[in-house]
């Protein structure tokens, strides 16, 4: 990727006259924070369609989230398992990863499920779209095998008692942290509560 430093309004705005024309059916964001959410919100004609960025439950982005979804734009949720790539960095020393946490595997325990179909099921019950990475058929297959149970109450608010605050980010996108327009310069809540 070669960034650029055209402003990302100009960019979205020729996408807007592309879907006019009927180019293109929707037009949708990837790793935009909600303050850039906001300026397109506020500055464009066409609503965004979608937001692609990462949530999982050390990393839930609510406040990001409640934006999109008050503006009926899908929260399109990448690395919803957490990555088990990136754990094995020393960034990320002081957490197990989400496969591996202690209240995700109790609570798979309960329903009979493997962690992963809780750290998705509990992401699907907030109406986010939820991309899980993997190369391994049976785990694709299992993947959909979130259908025949539900999280209750209890179980909704340990998993979200897990939340980092922005501290467990799988992908940072750290080569382009120079970049006027780079996203994760800043924490997505900024209430602690949030």
């Known amino acids: 990727m070669i960034p650029s430093d055209i402003d990302y309004l100009e960019t979205y705005r020729a996408l807007e006259e592309l879907q006019k024309a009927g180019k293109l059916k929707n037009i949708g964001l990837s790793n935009f924070n909600i303050e850039q959410t906001r300026r397109v919100v506020e500055n464009c004609s066409i609503a965004p369609s979608s937001n692609q960025f990462e949530v999982h439950v050390y990393l839930q982005n609510r406040e990001l989230v409640n934006y999109c979804k008050s503006q009926n734009i899908v929260v399109v949720a990448y690395s919803p398992l957490g990555s088990n790539e990136r754990t094995k960095s020393a960034d990320f020393i002081a957490f197990p990863p989400p496969l591996e946490d202690a209240v995700v595997k ?46 209750d109450k209890d179980d909704l608010t340990q998993l979200a008692s897990l939340d980092k605050k922005g501290d467990y980010r799988c992908w940072t996108m750290g080569r382009d942290a120079d970049h006027k327009y780079y996203p994760f310069d800043r924490k997505y809540a900024t209430n602690p509560s949030d």
Do not use: M, Y
């Open 106 to 151: 109790k609570i798979a325990d309960k329903h009979k499920k493997l962690p992963g179909h809780v750290l998705l099921k509990f992401l699907l019950q907030q109406d986010l779209v939820v991309i899980p990475k993997s190369s391994n058929k049976e785990r694709l297959k299992s993947n959909l095998e979130l259908f025949d149970f539900t999280l």
